[in-house]
């Protein structure tokens, strides 16, 4: 099982670089090609996302990026150091505080990231608790074809 991690700043001319890297390394783990412009774009999307909940919440660590290639799957994780969104905390039974219209439009925002995310990946998990967030992703790895 080979992992790649990258760390970056909170910056988004810094989400193309994890794009071009998730890319990079799917393709050489045996994503099929045809599906890796859907990797670039939930990476940049789950990137995005994180450098915006970085930066609403005024945290400085790095965001985080993990590519795992395994026998028969590649996974990427994408995790940031941001509190729980208000919405997840609602989903979980808490009561949602009323927000003024910044917070409604970041809701929508974060709420769309996600729905890109779901509608590109089959395979997606997103969880997140007072430490931080993390989508998990994966795609399964072309089998390689056998030459006689």
């Known amino acids: ?9 909170a910056l988004p001319e810094h989400v193309r670089t994890a794009r071009l890297v998730a890319a ?22 789950a990137c995005s996302r994180a450098v915006g909940l970085h930066i609403s919440n005024e945290v400085t660590t790095p965001v985080r990026v993990t590519l795992i290639e395994d026998e028969k799957k590649f996974s990427i994780e994408v995790g940031d150091d941001a509190p ?6 609602a989903a979980n039974g808490s009561e949602r505080a009323a927000g003024g219209p910044e917070e409604v439009a970041a809701d929508n ?16 998990e997103v969880t997140a608790d007072e430490r931080g967030g993390l989508i998990r992703m994966s795609w399964p790895i072309a089998p390689t074809a056998v030459t006689p």
């Open 1 to 9: 099982m080979a992992t790649v991690e990258l760390l970056f700043s």
């Open 24 to 45: 990079a390394v799917a393709r050489r783990a045996g994503v099929d090609e045809a599906v890796l412009d859907e990797v670039r774009l939930a990476v940049g999307e």
């Open 84 to 89: 729980a969104p208000e919405a997840l905390a």
């Open 109 to 124: 925002e974060d709420d769309m990231g996600l729905a890109v995310i779901s509608g590109l990946v089959d395979d997606v």
